[in-house]
């Protein structure tokens, strides 16, 4: 049917920059890599004849130390990286790539280091540090897969503050419209119009449950009563709006849950990072001591 | 009969201003007309505050007004006293209605306005042109004579007016300088362009205003508000949907204005007639040029085109003798060009003819390197004779002209653009000639390009990159024509525009069909083409119908899709360069497929009979035809067996390049998309652009249209005839080496682009103070942190005022070595950018799946 120009009139360099996520990235060579790492690690561990039995202070426990260490610190600088907008080929999802297969190495790498010896002291805390931060940071790494798509759909091309503002805008109708409505009734709605459309406890955010919503205890209110003396048509409009209130109020409510689960990790990822590296240090200082 | 002025002044923006100083230093008798009640009425509409900038920086100023960058309301100031003090007789409230000679008839000049009616009919009358002395009639009624009348009224033209009873009353507004000077008014505005609506949202935007805003719209109301509102740009008219859903403002649709009384409005409804509260009316409903007005005094303008400007002599005289024409009506948009040229004519008129133009030394800088001394004069002149598609202008086109290329002296065998490089610009031969090496592969294929001709001609028309290298063959002398100045070319001189379209006809069939075709062999074929244009969405070939006409895409870019089970499956997309229909005319048989317009765009059509008389003389051209044809076979049939298997896989392809394509992303070059299935909406993108970019961040991720994840965020999509482009005073707005739209230094902050911009990717802002490193963010927590800096932290650590606005938008990161920071910033690996013909095409599907 046709001819094109040349592939490569224009933009040859770049057809389309290669379109895989940070799991799949460059078709999973860092997968790979940390495979072929683990597979060193254990087959040093089981070749090398520790006497008496494998731990941390022997030659092979101090290599794995050393590595272990020095992928910790790597795996912390993500944080600057990701920030430090330098020039430069480097792309941040080859590093997050990287970072989440190499961190899950770290696992097997540090517990073979310990040769599985622990005990209530500032090796194991680093130990355990180490662990909570690889947990958090597979939590991470599974919701950065699986909710984006359920992120992209609630929000149906809406932005946050257009959400906002949808809902202030319900608000301002709601205040003319419960004007005509017995003292009781206006209580309602406009406690459910002053209610802040955003979660005051964590708990309510990242579960996305809102027991004092005062939005649908207006609603109740409404849809209890059958139509009694003063349901006028002001009624029925001030339920409707409510309906469409809570409506919103709830793509919203799922829009910043969604937002939370997808950072709340961070929270415990980054400060322990931070815990991690103090307890390395207290780690590495306290061996050299004794030794 | 009033008494005799040496020289009328029609119009007190800078030219005219400058024009009446210097009148008034010469001691001549003069009167300065200015229709509204202050000098320069265009500058003192600018938004208040607005920095004013004297570009271009090279050009001195020659005026008696002082003129340098400031602030507007200083330098109006600066103006005033200095009319002042120069005793200028300046008459105000004083808008001419029409000039007249009152002089003989002067024989043979007549002048034929053509007007074209909205139906497509034109008329033609002819103006006879009598001699100076010119009668100025104004619209109070009262005429004034004048020897010699300079014409400075710019381009900004009368806004349309209110037709209804009542309209005359004061309170009905054609402009509204600050909406949050509006308190407590019930307003109506008319018009739902971008002015009204940026009018109307301004207004409502602050509840303690309690402004009550309505909109009238003439349109039904539409799911679809490119239907609704039409003539506004898609992000501003949502914007005002979303104000009235919001209760901020009102929307009437199909309503029209009937009646205005003092405190009331009438309006015509669909429901019948409403009379409602109305303290202010504010129309916007467009606004008519001057280019009537001009005609009709006598001034030929030098082609119909819409771009065109009036024709005029080396001292600035019109076609019609006495008036003179300057400023920006005379095509010189800039304030500084304004002033000068009100200088320079009264020295014309006054008999200085030794007098050398302000921009002289501009252009000795720009001859100065070239072998052979010639002056400035002379250069003009040579390349106005050796180059054919200059020949028609006149030595000021010629001068102004020069002003936006570029000549080059090139050495035997220099290189002048490569294949791929990005350039919209138009080369001509002055000297010498080139060779253009058809087969990257081989040095010795060469086609030469003689002198007195151009070449380059296909990024100009399609926007694309260069599709070979040309070298020069000799040593030679070529002016590199900017693209603006290349359209203004084409638009001031008809001749120049048709040899530049034949000569591109010509290349383009070259290039597309090469197997060593000679321009003898498409003579024909040339001779017989057609430029036609097509309106976005519209077909240039329907599936089963007969035909045997050849389609190059010329300008723009086609869709090509086809009736499967019923539905309409895309198949292909075609940029601009790429051929449709040969499949019929060789294979015989009702053609196999629609193709329709992706967006507004130019196709040559070519006779079938000629065209196939041409395959019948040259097998090898048949040969490639045919092995192009297989490659569309194969798609075709990749589709139709994809159908039987993942039919939803095949609409969902279909409706995602739909969607991608009313997004804009048929005219764009290289867009940012993110994938909805990766984004983890961390802003991280917009926070590296910021970074990157003077601490402002050119993209907003989570504005813009989505459709199967796929979001098209609100970012610069480089398109190949930018809109933006098309009226930058200083011209500001270039295309780059990676084939980038950018704004360079020179933006004088004008809003023109902003507004232009179909996809609303521009925005006016000021540099922000810079931030303390990110290490001290990170240690202590100084200053903001990565991304745009909030606009309180801006505020409070502002030293010495907020520089200036300017235009900022995305330059795909040009100059940064790595690449666009947003692509390398997304740690999940959701920003990608791409090329349109890559990222639909079927090979994309299959890897997607
Ligand atoms: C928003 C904006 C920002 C800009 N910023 C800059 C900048 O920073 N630097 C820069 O160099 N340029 C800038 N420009 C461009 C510049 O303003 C114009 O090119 C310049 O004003 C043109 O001057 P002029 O004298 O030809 O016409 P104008 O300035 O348009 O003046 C024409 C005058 O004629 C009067 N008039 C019109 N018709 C009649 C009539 N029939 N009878 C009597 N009087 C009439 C008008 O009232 C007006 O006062 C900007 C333009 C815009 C729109
Ligand atoms: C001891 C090991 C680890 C350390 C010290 C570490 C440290 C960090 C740090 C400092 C960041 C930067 C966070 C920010 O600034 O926003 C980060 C991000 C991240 N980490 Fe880890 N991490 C470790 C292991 C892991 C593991 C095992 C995984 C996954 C399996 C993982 C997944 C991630 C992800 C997905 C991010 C987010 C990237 C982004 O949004 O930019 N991490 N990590
Ligand atoms: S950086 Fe990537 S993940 Fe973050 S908001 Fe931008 S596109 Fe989404
Ligand atoms: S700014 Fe707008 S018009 Fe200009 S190239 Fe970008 S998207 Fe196109």
Same mark, same amino acid.
């Given at each position: ?20 996520? %940070? ?75 990287? =970072? ?17 010896? %622990? ?16 947990? !958090? ?64 406890? *964590? ?57 939370? @689960? ?30 | 009969?009033? /008494? ?27 009167? *300065? $007309? ?25 050009? @001195? ?60 009919? #034109? ?24 020897? #010699? ?99 901020? @403002? ?41 280019? &009537? ?15 065109? %400007? ?56 720009? +001859? ?34 020069? *002003? ?22 138009? +080369? ?6 080139? =060779? ?16 007195? !001709? ?108 086809? @009736? ?23 294979? &015989? ?83 940012? $998309? ?31 249209? #989505? ?18 482009? !098309? ?47 990110? $290490?001290?963010?990170?240690? +202590? ?57 890559? +990222? ?5 599907? /299959?890897?997607?799946?």
């Amino acid at each position: 049917m046709a001819s094109t120009p040349h592939a490569g009139m224009r933009a040859d360099h770049k057809a389309v920059a290669d379109h895989d996520g %940070f799991l799949r990235h460059a078709r999973f060579r860092w997968i790979k890599v940390a495979l072929v790492v683990c597979l060193i690690a254990l087959i040093g561990y089981f070749a090398a004849d520790v006497k008496p039995r494998p731990y941390g202070g022997s030659w092979y426990g101090y290599t794995l130390g050393t590595a272990g260490v020095l992928l910790i610190f790597w795996l912390a600088l993500l944080g600057i990286r990701k920030r430090a907008m330098t020039a430069g080929r480097w792309s941040l999802k080859a590093w997050t790539s990287a =970072h989440v297969y190499l961190g899950l190495a770290l696992v097997v790498i540090a517990t073979l280091h310990t040769g599985f010896q %622990f005990g209530w002291n500032v090796h194991t805390l680093a130990y355990a540090l180490m662990m909570l931060v690889i947990a !958090s940071g597979i939590y991470g790494a599974a919701v950065y897969a699986v909710l984006p798509s359920t992120l992209s759909s609630n929000r149906e091309q809406l932005t946050l503050s257009q959400m906002v503002e949808g809902i202030r805008a319900i608000d301002r109708q709601l205040h003319e419209a419960a004007q005509p409505l017995t003292h009781s009734y206006t209580e309602v709605v406009l406690a459910a119009s002053e209610e802040s459309p955003f979660a005051t406890s *964590l708990w309510s955010r990242l579960s996305g449950k809102y027991p004092h919503c005062a939005t649908a205890r207006a609603l109740t209110a409404f849809q209890n009563v059958a139509s009694s003396p003063d349901t006028g048509p002001a009624f029925a409009t001030v339920e409707t709006l409510l309906i469409r209130r809570k409506a919103q109020l709830d793509r919203l409510r799922r829009q910043t849950r969604l937002k939370a @689960l997808l950072e709340i990790w961070l929270y415990l990822h980054i400060p322990g990072t931070i815990a991690l590296i103090a307890a390395l240090t207290a780690h590495i200082v306290s061996v050299f001591y004794y030794w | 009969m009033a /008494e005799l002025v040496r020289l009328a002044i029609v119009g007190s923006g800078p030219a005219g201003l400058s024009a009446a100083g210097r009148a008034a230093a010469l001691g001549l008798s003069h009167v *300065l $007309l200015e229709k509204s009640d202050h000098l320069s009425d265009t500058i003192s509409k600018y938004q208040k505050g607005k920095h004013v900038m004297a570009t271009p920086s090279q050009l @001195l100023l020659r005026s008696d007004q002082a003129f340098a960058v400031g602030k507007r309301e200083d330098i109006l100031q600066t103006w005033t006293d200095r009319t002042t003090a120069l005793a200028v007789n300046v008459k105000y409230n004083a808008e001419v209605k029409s000039i007249r000679g009152t002089g003989p008839a002067i024989p043979g000049s007549i002048q034929k306005i053509v007007t074209r009616a909205r139906d497509g009919s #034109s008329t033609m009358t002819e103006v006879q042109r009598f001699a100076p002395p010119y009668a100025i009639e104004l619209s109070s009624g009262e005429t004034i004579m004048a020897e #010699s009348v300079i014409l400075a009224i710019g381009t900004q033209g009368n806004p349309n007016l209110v037709r209804c009873p009542g309209s005359d009353l004061p309170h009905v507004t054609y402009q509204l300088d600050d909406p949050y000077a509006v308190l407590d008014e019930h307003i109506i505005v008319i018009g739902t362009g971008d002015a009204g609506i940026e009018n109307a949202r301004g207004l409502a935007e602050d509840p303690a205003q309690r402004n009550m805003v309505t909109v009238l719209n003439r349109a039904a109301k539409s799911t679809n508000v490119r239907e609704s509102f039409a003539t506004a740009k898609e992000p501003n008219a949502l914007a005002l949907v979303a104000d009235h859903d919001a209760g901020k @403002l009102t929307i009437r649709y199909e309503t029209e204005t009937k009646a205005v009384e003092p405190g009331w409005i009438t309006l015509a409804t669909r429901d019948g007639e409403e009379k409602i509260r109305c303290d202010r009316i504010i129309a916007r409903i467009g606004s008519a040029p001057p280019r &009537g007005f001009v005609e009709a005094c006598g001034i030929e303008f030098s082609s119909s085109d819409r771009l065109a %400007f009036p024709v005029l002599s080396p001292v600035f005289e019109s076609s019609a003798p006495g008036i003179f024409v300057i400023g920006a009506l005379a095509g010189y948009p800039l304030i500084k060009h304004c002033l000068n040229q009100g200088y320079d004519v009264v020295e014309f008129i006054n008999g200085n003819t030794a007098l050398k133009p302000a921009d002289e030394p501009l252009l000795e800088a720009k +001859f100065r390197d070239l072998p052979g001394k010639r002056s400035v004069d002379e250069w003009l002149e040579m390349l106005r004779s050796s180059i054919a598609i200059l020949e028609a202008m006149s030595p000021l086109q010629m001068r102004e002209f020069m *002003l936006d290329s570029v000549v080059r002296s090139c050495s035997k065998g220099e290189v002048i653009f490569e294949r791929y490089d990005s350039g919209s610009s138009l +080369f001509a031969i002055a000297e010498g000639s080139v =060779h253009v090496l058809t087969d990257p592969g081989d040095a010795t294929k060469v086609v030469p390009i003689g002198k007195g !001709s151009i070449f380059g001609e296909v990024g100009l028309i399609s926007g694309r990159r260069r599709g070979a290298t040309v070298v020069a063959a000799e040593d030679a002398i070529c002016v590199e024509i900017s693209r603006t100045a290349a359209l203004k070319l084409q638009s001031q001189v008809p001749a120049a525009r048709k040899a530049i379209e034949l000569i591109s006809i010509e290349r383009q069939l070259l290039q597309i069909f090469s197997s060593g075709l000679t321009s003898a062999d498409v003579a024909e074929l040339v001779a017989s083409a057609r430029v036609e244009n097509k309106v976005a969405g519209e077909v240039v070939l329907a599936e089963g119908e007969e035909g045997r006409d050849i389609y190059i895409v010329r300008r723009g870019s086609m869709i090509v899709e086809r @009736l499967i089970g019923g539905r309409p499956v895309f198949l292909s997309y075609l940029p601009a360069g790429s051929y449709v229909g040969e499949m019929a005319l060789i294979d &015989g048989g009702p053609r196999s497929a629609t193709v329709r317009a992706a967006i507004k765009s130019e196709v040559v059509r070519l006779p079938g009979d000629a065209f196939a008389r041409l395959l019948q003389r040259r097998p090898e051209l048949l040969a490639k035809a045919r092995s192009d044809m297989a490659a569309r076979h194969d798609v075709n049939m990749f589709i139709e067996s994809r159908k039987e298997s993942f039919s939803s896989a095949v609409d969902m392809y279909s409706q995602t390049a739909q969607f991608l394509v009313d997004n804009g992303i048929g005219e764009a070059t290289d867009v940012l $998309l993110i994938d909805e299935k990766l984004c983890i909406g961390c802003d991280n993108c917009e926070k590296a652009c910021a970074d990157s970019h003077d601490g402002l961040s050119r993209l907003d991720r989570e504005a813009g249209k #989505s459709y199967a994840h796929l979001h098209v965020p609100t970012s610069c999509r480089h398109c190949e005839h930018p809109l933006c482009m !098309s009226d930058c005073p200083p011209n500001a707005i270039k295309r780059g080496d990676d084939g980038e739209v950018f704004i360079d230094e020179s933006c004088i902050g004008c809003g023109n682009c902003q507004r232009n911009c179909p996809y609303g990717v521009i925005r006016m802002d000021s540099e922000p103070p810079k931030k303390p490193s990110l $290490l001290s963010w990170m240690l +202590f927590g100084a200053g903001p942190g990565p991304g745009e800096a909030p606009k309180t932290w801006r505020k409070k650590n502002a030293s010495g005022g907020e520089p200036p606005k300017k235009a900022i938008k995305c330059d795909m990161c040009s100059g940064i070595d790595g690449g666009p920071a947003c692509v390398r910033a997304c740690p999940t690996g959701a920003a990608i950018r791409v090329s349109p013909e890559a +990222f639909m095409s079927v090979a994309h599907m /299959e890897s997607d799946n």
